[in-house]
């Protein structure tokens, strides 16, 4: 072979190694390219752009909705967002009325905000009722949203014996048997429970609130006594007590019987209705004497969480 061929042939096989090298290159690079403009197409990436972090774009992807995404990108960026879905009792769907609410309350902390609306507490009391879920069970709820049937009557109503209770009473027996196994226990540590007032029908609430209404006017009734259908005695699973020494509202707070229930009520199945510094939640004033058959499994949990009851129902069980 001559030199001059064989220089031609090495010339080509250069060529042809540096075509096959380039094509190598543009296409890694239109990869690249291709990878970043679907990037570009992400949410995560409008987010970002937006001046969100990678880390609060990929919260907010998980806690929100696609729809409520597309609403964000057409929004400034708000600071306060990830505080509200990084909130332990967030619920996706109240995401909008935690945005209202928030930004009509900025006074609020946050587990507030969210506490609040949850529980329906961003409205008036009584402003928008719903009817109560009858199909709950032990874990019925009664509240200033939620309202039961004039002609709900509580499944296996029994008669509390005179032993137990001043007057005539009645509450759901399996709240009965769990009573009794609590007082029991609380009479071994020398203390005494009173049932003072358990079940009530709708006509007798309707007639209390009514006294007070026509008395006193609405506003004042509405502080003394829940609107009929909207009081927790109607449940059959409800009751006040009182102990020895004890009996009245104001100063039941101070019995022992008061510190015991605190410390062991849950055990039994029973939890503290209306608990000091929740009235924004509940809808009541401190009640120390009203406790509230729940069953011991969400007693315990209630107790641990330190929630009430109207803020257990609307994340685990609504
Ligand atoms: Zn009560």
């Known amino acids: 072979m001559k030199i001059g061929n064989h220089l031609k042939i090495k ?169 009794l196994n609590m007082y029991q226990k609380a009479e071994e540590q020398n203390i005494k429970l009173i049932i003072n007032s358990s079940y009530r029908d709708f006509k007798s609430q309707e007639a209390t609130y009514n006294n007070l209404k026509n008395s006193f006017g609405q506003k004042k009734a509405d502080s003394q006594a829940a609107r009929p259908g909207h009081s927790e005695h109607e449940t059959g699973l409800a009751f006040d007590i009182f102990s020895p020494g004890n009996t009245t509202t104001s100063n039941f707070k101070d019995s022992e019987a008061y510190q015991w229930l605190k410390e062991h009520a849950n055990e039994y199945g029973f939890i503290e209705r209306y608990p000091e510094g929740k009235e924004y939640l509940t809808g009541y004033n401190f009640e120390s004497w009203h406790w509230r058959y729940v069953g011991t499994e969400i007693a315990n949990k209630i107790k641990e969480e330190q929630i009430t009851f109207d803020e257990y129902y609307a994340y685990y069980l609504e």
């Open 11 to 179: 010339k080509k096989a250069i060529y042809f190694l540096a075509g096959i090298v380039a094509l190598f290159v543009m296409t890694i690079l239109g990869i690249q390219y291709y990878n970043d403009y679907k990037y570009q197409q992400t949410y995560e990436f409008k987010l970002i752009e937006k001046g969100y972090t990678k880390e609060e774009a990929t919260i907010l992807l998980e806690k929100i909705k696609e729809e409520k995404i597309l609403e964000l990108l057409n929004e400034e960026k708000k600071d306060y967002l990830i505080s509200i879905v990084t909130e332990k009792y967030y619920l996706e769907k109240n995401f909008d009325q935690y945005l209202d609410f928030y930004e009509k309350n900025k006074k609020h902390g946050m587990y507030d905000i969210i506490a609040m609306v949850n529980v329906h507490a961003n409205q008036e009391w009584y402003e928008k009722i719903e009817e109560s879920d009858t199909t709950k069970g032990n874990l019925l709820l009664v509240n200033k949203y939620y309202q039961l049937k004039e002609d709900y009557v509580p499944d296996n109503l029994v008669s509390v014996s005179n032993w137990y209770c001043y007057g005539t009473n009645k509450i759901t027996k399996e709240a009965y048997d769990a009573f």
